[in-house]
């Protein structure tokens, strides 16, 4: 079945670096990567996503960028602060494009 | 709106129990979806929804039913409880168009069996 592989599972960073976190998916047929970010004992909330019609996408500090042909795409955070600690997770929609399948996780945390 | 509402917040169960876990959303979404949250292990997919009278398996279907009556509700029972079900549970719902977008998450139901 589908499978999303996230990496790295933990990011430290200083406050003002740059993170990023990189994930690839097995089925060639998903057309839809969304980005979650999840804070301790909330839902996840949608920070960012991408189409499959789309290479990069930007808002604010956070871009996404998509590589069909390898199948990754990846975040990147630029001037971190310590309010973007959290979990962040990939997605790719399952082939039927019926629903999201998740990546692990990745624990990053920015130190002031 | 609402958005995505789930009952209970908390639940312990006995080995062996059965019960439902509720979802509701009231955005008129035709997808709808229930994920399970362990630790390390990211939000897998247990069962969704198409649309009402339309359901499919996840990832990890094994030990869970649900149906799908109205476009509104989609519930979740364990049919006889086990611990490897301690878990956190989230429904989540979409619904533009005919195909996957924004999932709308629900607070989270969070399952403790003994």
């Known amino acids: 079945g589908e499978n999303v592989e996230q990496h790295p599972s933990t990011l430290s960073v200083q406050e003002g670096d740059s993170a990023v976190i990189k994930c690839t998916y097995s089925?060639?047929?998903?057309?839809?990567f969304p980005w979650y970010k999840q804070e301790l004992g909330k839902r996840p909330q949608l920070i960012i996503d991408i189409r499959s019609n789309v290479g990069e996408k930007k808002d604010q500090r956070i871009a996404v960028t998509l590589n069909k042909t390898a199948k990754h795409f990846s975040l990147h955070i630029t001037e971190t602060q310590p309010e973007d600690s959290a979990v962040y997770f990939c997605?790719?929609?399952?082939?039927?494009?019926?629903?999201?399948?998740f990546g692990k996780g990745t624990t990053l945390s920015v130190s002031s | 709106n609402a958005g995505v509402t789930q009952t209970p917040k908390f639940q312990v169960l006995k080995t062996g129990q059965s019960m439902t876990l509720q979802c509701a959303q009231d955005?008129?979404?035709?997808?709808m979806s229930w994920y399970r949250q362990d630790p390390g292990m990211g939000l897998r997919l247990i069962h969704y929804s198409v649309g009402a009278g339309i359901t499919d398996q996840g990832e990890v279907p094994n030990g869970y039913n649900v149906s799908r009556s109205t476009t509104e509700d989609f519930p979740l029972r364990l049919l006889s409880a086990a611990p490897s079900q301690t878990s956190v549970y989230f429904c989540?719902?979409?619904?533009?168009?005919?195909?996957?977008?924004?999932?709308?998450f629900g607070p989270g139901t969070r399952l403790t069996v003994t």
């Open positions: 997605a790719a929609s399952n082939q039927a494009g019926t629903a999201l399948i």
């Open positions: 989540a719902s979409t619904g533009e168009g005919r195909a996957v977008y924004e999932q709308y």
């Open positions: 089925d060639s047929a998903s057309n839809y």
């Open positions: 955005m008129n979404h035709e997808y």
